[in-house]
């Protein structure tokens, strides 16, 4: 009973591992404040779901939740390419809800506020996924993989030169570089790995419905990075297992679950402002936010 | 006549949208960074009324001078609390900006733990025959909604070109520095674009209270119309802020004459994306480096 629950928060805490560091590489190493994250966590979710559903094989549709939100990533990084700044932040929050909103409405693609029910569990070249055990070895080891891909992207001197334009884009222009391609690259990355957490969350509940990808869910992912701080992986991983498993005890004390959503985004919204006025670099951050 | 009441419907929400974008753009002008709480005041202000006149059965105009305070108070101390401090320990715009989505976000919450998910009623106004205009139906209440949006945007704008407050604001807004060196306390004007701001924040959550059904999300969607607006129309200019709530208002509605309703929402941030992509310093705003 209680190892289930156990593995259960362990699933999870892999999906907002996995979450977090795609959204550090663009906050923490590249100075994007994106708030489009949610719109590729959906986007990756639906695509790994719709695929699933017409009966494609996993590591196909694994794949495919990375790489649909990429292109979308560099589309908006396109879109976005003159605006800096607070600009930034509400376009890409809009993307957010224009995704929504199609999420919503396009019901003949993502079957509307009704949602899409009965993703088949993962099956990876004859091995089964479908109990929790064996679904969290496998989460284990993308979220293992994906960690180690990022943390390659941010010493090799593609990742010096993202650090670069978030410190200072002009001379870094001046060297040569092209920061516009940076910045795309830094944002598709960001999309690839949100999609894949989305992902997950497809393959782990069996169900999606838009209702998870409103910009609500960005808080915790959005608190994790800055708590972990700024350009620092290894803080991301410790903030997003202690606040993932920080709000569980809410479970325990006997609220409702319709309490228990909004009481956990609370939780996140207050200790990020509490982290922004006393501590704004976070734990382990390696830079300011500007 | 269909265009005829998409042209009122358009007008309608424009002009509630105006009142948000203007609140916005005053505070976005002076404090420069961007108030995404402002979603909050319009929702808790729509909630208070409900929990006075709905639930406690206060007398109407009571409640609703009651909420207009109640809607500035939340404002001037969401400033003291949060903002002051953050700028206390100079705190970038960005920081800024993400603790204004942590308190829109928790405010949100609040709301949905406090009253439930479920859509409410104000029901002052019982739904009155609409009247006949060109061929187009409007109701009384939705008159009173663009009677007083136009009267407060006026009053608005005399009060930043003639009031000393108002003077210093733009003052404040121009430039910070030269503003203090010539004695005006810009912590001071913060606070009062704050009050000003959300005071008229709380009217917008009254009237759109009044017009639909209330529900916790409908701050955040208000707040989302009315930097579209404020953006559309050159961020930091009160009348562009004007000028784009109407035409987002009537952009949306025009929009879902071919698009399907859902996708209302959708049709803000296309028209917001455009700008941003061929004139991101607005219809009124000034060109800058």
Known sequence: MFSAYLVSILILVGMAIIESLALQLAVGFTGLLNLGHAAFYCIGAYTAALLALAGYPFWLCLLMAGVVPMIFGFLLALLTNKIKGDYFALATLGFTFVVYAVALNWTDLTNGPLGLPGIPKPNLFGLDFSDNISFLILILVITLISYLIIKRITISPFGKVLAATRDNEMATKVLGKNTFKMKACALAINAFFAGIAGSILAYYITYIDPSSFTIMEMIPTLCVVIIGGLGSLEGTVIAAVILEILPEPLRFIGFSSSIIGPARQMIYALILLVILIYKPRGFWGKVKLE | ?289
């Not at chain 2, 961007?34 to 729509?46: D, L, N």
């Not at chain 2, 008159?143 to 945007?153: D, H, P, Q, R, T």
């Not at chain 2, 017009?211 to 579209?228: C, D």
């Not at chain 2, 129309?233 to 802020?241: E, L, M, N, R, T």
């Open chain 2, 1 to 289: 006549m269909i265009i005829v009441q998409l042209l009122i419907n358009g007008l309608i929400a424009g002009a509630i949208y105006a009142l948000v974008a203007s609140g916005f753009s005053l505070i976005y002008s002076t404090c420069k960074f961007i108030h995404f709480a402002h979603g909050s005041t319009i929702a808790f202000s729509a909630y208070f009324l409900y929990f006075l006149f709905s639930m406690l059965g206060l007398n109407f105009w009571m409640a609703v001078i009651l909420t207009i305070i109640f809607a500035s108070l939340f404002g001037y101390l969401t400033n003291l609390v949060v903002y002051k401090e953050l700028r206390k320990k100079k705190a970038s715009n960005t920081i800024l900006l993400i603790a204004s989505f942590a308190l829109l976000i928790f405010f949100e919450s609040l709301i949905l733990i406090i009253f439930g998910a479920d859509v409410k009623t104000i029901g002052y106004i019982k739904v009155a025959e609409g009247l006949q205009f060109l061929g187009a139906v409007i109701t009384p209440l939705q008159i009173i909604i663009i009677a007083v949006s136009l009267v407060l945007l006026i009053s608005l704008f005399l009060f930043t070109k003639k009031t000393k407050i108002g003077k210093a604001m733009r003052a404040v807004a121009d430039n910070k520095d030269v503003a203090e060196i010539v004695g005006i306390s810009a912590e001071k004007i913060y606070s009062w674009a704050f009050i000003i701001g959300s005071a008229i924040a709380g009217i917008a959550g009254i009237l759109t209270g009044m017009e639909q059904n209330i529900n916790p999300t409908m701050g955040t969607n208000l707040m989302i119309k009315g930097f579209a607006a404020a953006i559309i129309g050159g961020i930091g200019s009160v009348p562009g802020a004007i000028v784009g709530a109407f035409l987002l208002g009537l952009a949306e509605n025009f929009g879902i004459w071919y698009l399907p309703s859902g996708y209302k929402d959708a049709i803000a941030f296309v028209v917001l994306f455009i700008f941003l992509l061929f004139r991101p310093q607005g219809i009124l705003g000034k060109k800058n480096n």
